[in-house]
């Protein structure tokens, strides 16, 4: 069992920053690339930025220039650093390990933590 946990998010005037940390525990063997996710009131689950187990990064095009996703994989915790923050950054946000190796089994099992909300307002 692999458990995420998200923490970070809060109330932030626009133009402000907020850094949003996400820890794996568990019975992890490896994890592979891990993502931050946002969910606004009435729309879809969008993938805000992904990072491989090399540092390889990639972002959605609404947030690049302003938000930057790092990992530390001593330990299995994966940033979000977000800048310049604007209203439509409202959500709740989800860390998420697709592909993660776990103790005793095989298979590759998909994770997601409880969500932390971020609120950007004045």
């Known amino acids: 069992q692999v458990q995420l946990v998200e923490s970070g998010g809060g109330l932030v005037q626009p133009g402000g920053s907020l850094r949003l940390s996400c820890a794996a525990s568990?019975?992890?063997?490896?994890?592979?690339?891990m993502g931050w996710y946002r969910q606004a009131p009435g729309k879809e689950r969008e993938l805000v930025a992904a990072?491989?187990?090399?540092?390889?990064?990639n972002y959605a095009d609404s947030v690049k220039g302003r938000f930057t996703i790092s990992r530390d994989n001593t330990k299995n915790t994966v940033y979000l650093q977000m800048n310049s923050l604007k209203p439509e950054d409202t959500a709740v946000y989800y860390c998420?390990?697709?592909?993660?190796?776990?103790?005793?089994?095989?298979?590759?099992?998909?994770?997601w933590g409880q969500g932390t909300q971020v609120t950007v307002s004045s």
């Open positions: 998420n390990s697709p592909k993660t190796r776990i103790i005793g089994s095989l298979g590759l099992y998909d994770y």
């Open positions: 568990g019975s992890i063997l490896s994890i592979n690339a």
């Open positions: 990072i491989s187990s090399g540092g390889i990064t």
